[in-house]
């Protein structure tokens, strides 16, 4: 598979951004810089994809003309999600068919000057405070193809903006979810922590059924200040019509701390970019990825851990288990400047394969200009040894019940890596409705 595909097909024509502008209630400042993003659009269309990073994920029939953005509103009542209902929140939004259908925080936490709600209103009425972050910092329009096209059709979003000094111990939460046919969401995430602020946002992604077609093309922009500490999850369990593309990027400052949590659940094809910038001294991520793909999924990642500073810290650990005709495919970086002296950085993914049909490419990645460092990798594939599975059958134990003991154990170490409990349950009961144990329904 080359990267040259057929560009006119992945994106969106002038006549239809015309017609989406013509939609929007925002202020001039917005729209043109949604001219320049689109304008950046454009040209890069005429560039081939990057070879390192697409020539494995296979596009070609991918139509984006089948798609368009919603203008009208949605009933949210047929949502069914996994977080949701599972614990206490001290504020929760909710973006349904790329438009806001909720927001809400509890007052303790706006008295302390916190900011949560939608993003095109938070950033319109604190334009000063917030424009400077808003894809200038993380993700910019010139990023790739997808990153542009977000930037000139970016709907909903979330916004969070924590002071500096602000502990919130009390995790927030975010969803996105498709109700209609056809809709194209451009759903955007963008997370402030100020210096020695502490954060935790649990984000999930769904379909209202199983016979909606979609089209979600995201930003997730997390911007971690010194010393200050950001627990980030996103669950993306989009039905299998619905095809997700994601321009992700995380920024720590100095002694700060990401730990960033990807599960990989739904859609028919999914692609994540997911850049982690470690820019100050001693800043420090943890990267942990769980992904569970059947029938004819494909799923693919994209990762770099850039180390810009010295003494900084990342480890990345994926885990991807594999039934079916399902494909995962995994491309991992960690680059390291000639400043980012005394570095350690890690990266590591592990695949499970259920069926002799699933296929998982891991190609792991060091690119290191400084003389001091320890970066290592590592990457295995394996089969489930049908001796394990003869043995629990022999001591009164399903196939289904005994296949699920051994996910679970091979989910257990990036499980044990996350210290929010409602999200390790979540996790359990989903692999369990992968694996045909239980019905999903209501989960």
């Known amino acids: 598979m080359t990267a040259t595909l057929n560009i006119s097909r992945i994106g969106f024509s002038s006549e239809v951004f015309e017609e989406f502008l013509a939609t929007r209630n925002e202020p001039s400042w917005i729209t043109d810089a949604r001219r320049a993003a689109f304008a950046k659009y454009e040209e890069m269309l005429a560039i081939d994809l990057d070879p390192e990073e697409f020539k494995r994920v296979d596009l070609r029939i991918f139509n984006a003309a089948k798609f368009r953005p919603s203008t009208g509103v949605s009933d949210a009542s047929s949502v069914s999600t996994l977080l949701a209902n599972e614990t206490e929140y001290g504020g929760t939004i909710g973006h349904i068919d790329g438009q806001t259908s909720h927001s809400n925080i509890s007052e303790a936490i706006t008295d302390k000057g916190v900011l949560f709600g939608d993003l ?12 400077p972050y808003f894809m200038k910092q993380a993700v910019k329009p010139d990023a790739d193809r997808f990153s542009a096209w977000h930037a000139a059709f970016w709907t909903s979003g979330t916004l969070l903006y924590v002071p500096k000094g602000v502990d919130l111990d009390t995790p927030l939460h975010s969803l996105i979810a498709h109700t209609k046919d056809g809709i194209a969401d451009f759903g955007h995430t963008l997370i402030i922590v100020e ?16 016979e909606l077609s979609g089209l979600h093309v995201g930003c997730v922009e997390l911007i971690v200040g010194k010393y200050a500490n950001l627990r980030y999850v996103q669950l993306q369990n989009w039905n299998q019509k619905s095809w997700h593309f994601a321009h992700q990027a995380g920024n720590v400052g100095s002694q700060g701390s990401l730990q960033w949590t990807v599960v990989g659940l739904g859609s028919r094809l999914s692609h994540i970019h997911q850049d982690i910038n470690l820019n100050g001294r001693a800043a420090t991520a943890e990267v942990n990825g769980v992904t569970f793909a059947s029938d004819r999924q494909k799923i693919s990642y994209y990762t770099q851990q850039h180390h810009k500073a010295q003494g900084t810290h990342s480890d990345l650990l994926y885990k991807e288990v ?19 002296q005394q570095t350690d950085g890690y990266q590591r993914s592990d695949a499970l394969m259920l069926s002799s049909e699933a296929r998982c490419d891991s190609i792991p990645g060091l690119e290191i200009e400084a003389d ?11 089969r489930v040894d049908e001796e394990q599975i003869f043995y629990a059958q022999s001591r009164g134990i399903s196939e289904n019940e005994a296949m699920h003991m051994i996910v679970e154990g091979f989910f257990q170490k990036v499980y044990d890596r996350i210290p929010i409990e409602v999200v390790r349950e979540t996790l359990s009961r989903t692999v369990q ?3 045909g144990i239980e019905s999903m329904t209501g989960v």
């Open 195 to 210: 210096d020695e602020a502490k954060a935790t946002l649990l984000e999930e992604t769904t379909s209202a059924n199983e």
């Open 433 to 435: 409705g992968k694996l």
């Open 120 to 131: 095109q209103t938070l950033l319109t009425e604190n334009r000063e405070l917030l424009e």
């Open 372 to 382: 001091d460092v320890r970066c290592t990798h590592g990457a295995t594939t394996g």
């Open 322 to 340: 594999l039934r079916d005709e399902s494909r995962v495919i995994w491309r991992g970086m960690i680059k390291v400047d000639e400043a980012a």
